[in-house]
């Protein structure tokens, strides 16, 4: 009997355990998310200060207005020790984020763990939410939202308005043609630098798949130089010169070979370029939509209608040089010749009459040249 009542018990302690295996994952996520999220709003102009992990949000209250052209909104969480930020778009990604999924247990290896992070807001975004995970349970952050003026936005809106009505100018600049070689030089040589440590790298890697997988990952990396190039400068600045120097003459070695462009259709190839890049980068800047819009069109249209104006002034200046030209003189008839020929030789015969007449003549002079004195 007692053996039988543990043959049951075991065969219960296995199925219980096979029916936990079998479970379907989505059940599990099922029951997870039926726990109530907490989530904090945000508001501009104030700070909230936190000691463990928590989900804030920010909802939109007004609509953008054209004064906003060059506001930025911005999420500012700043920590006494590493953090981990995660931004996504509404509470649902919060509560999917609270289930397990293996992608993001894999990706949060790669999540940039920072104690002061900035996370900007679209002006046109209804909600925007963040999640902050601790590393650390004595770490205390201070969340802080705010709107203002962005020079970034006005100082990248000028570059795009210059590029794109200076291009042709730019084109044909030897200066520019040599500054620009070197920067793309540079940039290029980190790709060549990534494609060769990806031929080193293991093809079945797991985490190399991970790594190229997608545009998210790079856009990381990329952020993640860019946020800590102070702290690169400032230890490795000795490595740093190195390599820019390197760079930097192998780039102008390379423009100095094929010296600049001659030919003009690669001249307007350039310039087409440059143009394109100042509209995205106009276009860009500006935070209102239809704003920015319309600025594009202006500025197209008033680079188009260059070329008109230009013809229409070069028409205006001819015409109105061909109405000041003065006419043909009129000729004279017969009759208006002789008497005009009757007044000039007596005027003319009276001037030279008053001319010998005076005492300062030298008359024995005068005759002397004379060949027929008669």
Known sequence: MAGEVEGRGCGFSLGVLVTLLVLPLPSLCTLSTEKELHVIKLYEGRMVRYNESRNFCYQRTYEPKWSDVWTKIQIRINSTKMIRVTQVDNEEKLKEMETFNMFDFFSSFLKEKLNDTFIYVNLYSNKTCVKVHLTDTDTYYSVALSRGFDPRLFFVFLCGLLLFFYGDTLSRSQLFFYSTGITVGMLAS???????????????????????????????????????????????????IVYLGIVGFVSFAFCYIYGPLENERSINILNWTLQLIGLLLMYVSVQIQHIAVTIVVIAFCTKQIEYPVQWIYILYRKIKLKR???????????????????????????????????????????????????
């Open 190 to 240: 980190m790709l060549i630098l990534v494609f060769m440590l990806s031929k080193l790298m293991p093809k079945k890697s797991p985490f190399f798949a991970l790594l190229l997988g997608g545009w998210s990952v790079s856009i990381y990396v990329i952020q993640l130089v860019f946020r800590n190039l102070q702290a690169i400068c400032s230890e490795y600045w000795q490595y740093l």
């Open 324 to 374: 000041a030209k003065p006419g043909p003189p009129r000729l004279l008839t017969e009759e208006e010749y002789r008497k005009q020929a009757d007044v000039e030789t007596r005027k003319a015969l009276e001037e030279l009459r008053e001319c010998c007449s005076s005492p300062d003549f030298a008359a024995w002079k005068t005759i002397s040249r004379i060949q027929s004195p008669k």
